[in-house]
């Protein structure tokens, strides 16, 4: 078993930044690829981001691509997204989520543990 807890979100001015973070624990984390989904009120739960279990491969959804940056510290066991340039449209609960495997995937269906979510909340 893996255990997810993602960090506070919060409410941001557009233009502004957030960074989110999820620690694990449970099985060593390096065994996980992990990813970043959303899911905005009346949506359904979308792609945001992931990563390989060594850090090395990163995918982004077209949305966030060049706005968002997600980075893994093995030795800390955590995963974070860092979020520039938000925009109201990015107002969600974002999930992180671990995937038992070491490759990434956009696909939620593929991942086995999921965090409770964090609000971000983007204002005009």
């Known amino acids: 078993q893996v255990q997810l807890v993602e960090s506070e979100g919060g409410l941001v001015q557009a233009g502004g930044s957030l960074r989110l973070s999820c620690a694990t624990s449970?099985?060593?984390?390096?065994?996980?690829?992990m990813g970043w989904f959303r899911q905005a009120p009346g949506k359904e739960r979308e792609f945001v981001a992931t990563?390989?279990?060594?850090?090395?491969?990163?995918y982004y959804a077209d949305s966030v691509k060049g706005r968002f940056t997600i980075s893994r510290d093995n030795a800390k066991n955590t995963v974070y997204l860092q979020m520039n340039s938000l925009k109201p449209g990015d107002t969600a609960v974002y999930y992180c989520?671990?995937?038992?495997?070491?490759?990434?995937?956009?696909?939620?269906?593929?991942?086995?543990?999921w965090g409770q979510g964090t609000q971000v909340t983007v204002s005009s």
């Open positions: 989520a671990a995937r038992n495997a070491l490759t990434t995937s956009r696909n939620r269906v593929e991942y086995d543990y």
């Open positions: 449970g099985r060593p984390f390096s065994r996980y690829a």
């Open positions: 990563i390989n279990w060594s850090g090395g491969i990163t």
